[in-house]
């Protein structure tokens, strides 16, 4: 039985840098470079980007050590595609970034939890829509968001194999009363 429990990352003791230590770790494997600060700017000022700002937030899920397994970031919609001008805005749109799960722990619920933390928080936050970018060259991501009902706004087809997807919170998730605490689960 494996224990795992999802928790808002704060900025108290070391676990936004243990958090910055796992996500280079899951870059490294999952894309095969290290730091990129075009890319990763986000992870060196987690604090300012994710803990800081009342719009963005940060869950990670851990083990029973408390070992990081599992990040997953929301914060307001920041990017200047062209395609998407009149599509998407700050005020009404969160992104979601960082989306992560040890190997050893995939397939338990827990990007899904993740997940599920992150959409009652932006719909907490008055955010309308969530986007996200996957690649299909990553074993399941782009079968696994259309699981949670993402839909496929733009199929890029270039070498990254970039899909940029959305999900419309305003009707799915109704009224939730926002109160994080930890949530635990055993499986």
Not at 24 to 41: A, C, Q, S, T
Not at 42 to 53: A, F, G, H, P, S
Not at 56 to 77: C, H, P, V
Not at 85 to 113: H, K, M, P, Q
Request: with cysteine; charged share 30%; aromatic share 14%.
């Amino acid at each position: 039985m494996k224990y795992y429990k999802i928790r808002t990352l704060d900025n108290d003791g070391i676990f936004p840098l243990k958090t910055k230590k796992f996500l280079f770790k899951m870059i490294k494997r999952e894309y095969g470079y290290g730091y990129i600060p075009k890319y990763h700017g986000d992870i060196k000022n987690l604090e300012e980007v994710y803990l800081n700002n009342k719009r963005n937030s940060f869950f990670i899920a851990q083990d029973k050590d408390e070992n990081i397994i599992g990040t997953l970031a929301i914060r307001e919609y920041d990017r200047e595609f062209e395609q998407f001008n009149n599509l998407y805005c700050r005020d009404s749109t969160a992104s979601i970034w960082r989306a992560f799960v040890d190997e050893n722990y995939r397939r338990l619920g827990i990007a899904s939890a993740l997940v599920n933390e992150a959409e009652k928080f932006s719909k907490n936050s008055n955010y309308k829509k969530i986007y996200l970018h996957t690649h299909k060259n990553v074993d399941g991501a782009l079968e696994f968001w259309k699981s949670l009902d993402y839909n496929i706004t733009l199929d890029t087809d270039n070498h990254l194999q970039t899909v940029h997807m959305e999900k419309n919170i305003n009707s799915v998730l109704g009224n939730i009363d926002f109160n994080i605490k930890d949530s635990i689960a055993y499986i």
